[in-house]
């Protein structure tokens, strides 16, 4: 990928920049699903974990569990969840707003005090077109898209997954490399400066091969 092209990654609509990883060790849990879907799941954020060679943990010593998955049918399924307002500050006009815009999915992340991630909750609508994925292929894109703060649009156009010819989905390559080299030791959690695409790109660039 060029330089530019990884800056799009993380700019949104208006090109302001802004990088930020996972500062703690992941804690995942998944709601609404059962056990053989839970385990795809936890199976899906362990593939990135171990891709990008940033830890997981059970519990969070701060929130217990630090990476939630919510899968449901319906928006409204949501603000009958136990005590989950309490970690969605005004529940009750999100899903309104996203029942209006006809979303099926959304990611609410939390930092700490450098910027880097110290927690996401992912909400996906089972109904309609990700009712028909495979659980594999979910799960897979699902997990890739939390362990960065990507731009709004930057799989707007195009899954993070490519499809093989034997039907399977993968992590495209371009992408596996982009979560590779931003978790470098060396790069910092967070960013907000869009030269930081010129440092991911040699990042990017020096990752081995084969």
Same mark, same amino acid.
């Given at each position: 990928? +060029? &330089?530019?092209?990884?800056e799009a990654l993380f700019s949104d609509a208006a090109g302001n920049f802004r990088f930020a990883r996972w500062g703690r060790p992941i804690a995942p849990?998944?709601?609404?699903? /059962? /056990?053989? +879907? !839970?385990?795809? *799941?936890?199976?899906a954020v362990e593939a990135l974990s171990a891709l990008t060679q940033h830890p997981l943990t059970e519990t /969070? +010593?701060? !929130?217990?569990?630090? !990476?939630? *998955?919510?899968?449901f049918r319906d928006w409204a399924e949501l603000v009958d969840l136990p005590n989950l307002d309490k970690l969605v500050p005004e529940l009750g006009a999100l899903v309104t707003r996203l029942e209006a815009q006809g979303a099926n999915q959304y990611? @609410? *992340?939390r930092f700490d005090e450098q910027g880097a991630i110290k927690a996401a909750f992912v909400f996906i609508r089972m109904d309609g077109p990700l009712a028909d994925w495979p659980a594999e292929s979910l799960a897979l894109a699902e997990a890739s898209q939390v362990f960065l703060l990507w731009? %709004?649009?930057? *799989?707007?156009?195009?899954? &993070?997954?490519?499809?093989?010819?034997?039907?399977?989905?993968? @992590?495209? #390559? %371009?992408?596996? /490399?982009?979560?590779?080299?931003?978790?470098? #030791? %060396? @790069? #910092?959690q967070a960013d907000e400066d869009s030269a930081f695409a010129l440092r991911l790109f040699a990042r990017v660039s020096a990752l081995p091969r084969g």
């Open positions: 990928m +060029t &330089p530019d092209e990884i849990i998944v709601f609404g699903v /059962d /056990d053989a +879907t !839970l385990n795809v *799941f936890k199976g /969070d +010593t701060e !929130l217990g569990s630090n !990476l939630m *998955f919510f899968l990611r @609410l *992340f731009g %709004e649009q930057a *799989f707007s156009a195009r899954s &993070p997954l490519a499809r093989l010819p034997n039907g399977a989905d993968i @992590l495209r #390559p %371009e992408i596996g /490399d982009v979560l590779r080299a931003a978790y470098a #030791p %060396e @790069l #910092p």
